[in-house]
């Protein structure tokens, strides 16, 4: 296991002239590779345009990120280069069970891969982060730029902590994640589980995410599936996981030129997939365009799958709206794999797996609140805002046109609003119940 150095100390050494935040091109979410090797392969041309968008209004983040040490930041990920080593492990590990699940000829596009240009401004308080060009190098800039702000954000609101009281801080956070931890381990207990790390886009830094990939591997041993950010994946001996995004679904429907090649773009998607993986990475994303008239419209195929990740329901709420689809198509819900990941938290996380064991195969992806709960965790004379930011980047647009998403929640649609509206109309878009943002 690779060694761990000491949090405080680290964080507060600023004799540095810059201490990046990304290290490495394989620091990044499993996924992102996977996708990245479909998107060179069939949209290897396709232009896009990928942003930041803040979700939480009231956080003003040009307030708390120095537009100087953010250019110097994303500037330094730009020099970035994939290591021999690290491309040696891509082609020669297995992945899902599966050999050299990345070509040869993408493990030398890789070796000469470099994240492209960036536009960055300041407008009433919030920036403004955008990503255009090929697809195929835009993609990703999405994990690097979100875990840069995020970890900036977090080292300004430490800023003003002394050795002694962030040795103080990460005490209590490691206490605070090991209690969690230990309440994992009682569940495992009671019956099957399945838990990995999801948490690198909006981590509180890279080395605290190490520790909590640690931890988990520490104190869940098997019942730990292993971390989507393949850069710890590699250096700590663990399973990288992930499968897809909503970005491919955004785009190829965004390429539509009519209405019905607009209502089979999902679907071409799943095609597209299933011809470059199998097994365990045919896990359907349900919730681009709305879950339940996916679920209406998919074809009969579609229900083979290994699993879904619903994303932007009540995870009970969403298993149960997939189990009785699979049920109706005829399939055992039991062999059927969901994977719940959105805003998990230890007491959903209890709540889920108890109330669906034995009707499904669950899998916890546990995100921000594994890598960035550090609530009352700093000594009480610092004010410090240590809570988490709601940070996402999206594709604004394709070759052109407007991309959009619409998501079983409606805080979370993207998009111009009459493009909206036509998706909407187009797709049946049923809503159900939704959670605030």
């Known amino acids: 296991m690779a060694l761990i150095p000491d949090l405080a100390n680290r964080v507060y050494d600023h004799s540095f002239r810059i201490d990046p935040v990304i290290r490495t091109l394989l620091d990044t979410d499993f996924y992102k590779l996977l996708m990245l090797q479909m998107i060179w392969k069939l949209k290897p041309d396709t232009h896009v345009t990928f942003g930041l968008v803040n979700r939480s209004k009231s956080v003003k983040l040009a307030e708390w990120v120095d537009r100087d040490e953010l250019i110097a930041q994303l500037d ?10 690290e491309l040696v492990w891509l082609a020669g590990n297995s992945f899902y069970g599966r050999n ?21 401004e300041e407008r009433e308080g919030q920036l403004e982060l ?11 800039w999405e994990v690097p730029a979100l875990a840069i702000i995020n970890e900036m954000r977090a080292r300004r609101a ?93 785009v190829f429907a965004a390429e539509a030129s009519d209405d019905e090649t607009l209502r089979r773009a999902p679907f071409q998607v799943l095609e597209a997939w299933s011809k470059l993986y199998g097994g365990n990475l045919l896990v359907l994303l349900p919730d681009t365009f709305g879950t339940t008239n996916f679920l ?48 998990m938290t230890i007491d959903s996380i209890e709540e889920a797996v108890r109330a669906l064991r034995d009707r499904v195969q669950v899998s916890i992806g546990w995100g921000t609140n594994l890598t960035n709960d550090f609530t009352g965790c700093a000594p009480a004379a610092k004010l410090i805002d240590l809570k988490p930011v709601s940070l996402v980047c999206k594709v604004f647009e394709a070759n052109g046109r407007p991309a959009v998403k619409l998501s079983d929640n409606p805080a979370k649609f993207l998009g111009p609003q009459n493009e909206i509206e036509r998706y909407a109309r187009v797709f049946g878009y049923q809503p159900g119940l939704s959670r605030e943002a």
């Open 130 to 140: 955008r990503f255009e060009g090929l697809w195929a190098e835009t993609t990703m």
């Open 100 to 120: 050299q699940i990345f070509e040869p000829a993408f493990i030398n596009y890789l070796a000469g891969f470099q994240l492209p240009p960036y536009q960055l």
């Open 296 to 343: 209406a419209a998919a074809p009969d195929w579609a229900a083979d799958w290994t699993g879904a990740r619903p994303d932007s329901k009540p995870p009970i709420e969403a298993a149960e709206e997939l189990i009785a689809w699979w049920r109706s198509r005829g399939r055992d819900p039991r062999e059927k794999l969901v994977i719940l990941s959105d805003a």
């Open 158 to 250: 430490m800023g003003a902590m002394s050795r002694f009281e962030l040795d103080l801080f990460y005490a209590r956070a490691k206490s605070k994640l090991w209690e969690k931890i230990e309440r994992l381990r009682t569940l495992a207990t009671e019956g099957p589980l399945r838990l990995g790390d999801f948490g690198t886009r909006r981590r509180h830094g890279f080395l605290w995410q190490r520790w909590c990939v640690a931890a988990l591997q520490e104190g869940l041993g098997a019942n730990f599936t292993g971390t989507s950010n393949t850069k710890h994946a590699m250096d700590l001996g663990v399973e990288a996981i992930g499968t897809n995004a909503h970005e491919l679904q955004m």
């Open 76 to 85: 330094h990920a730009r020099t970035l280069r994939f290591k021999r080593n």
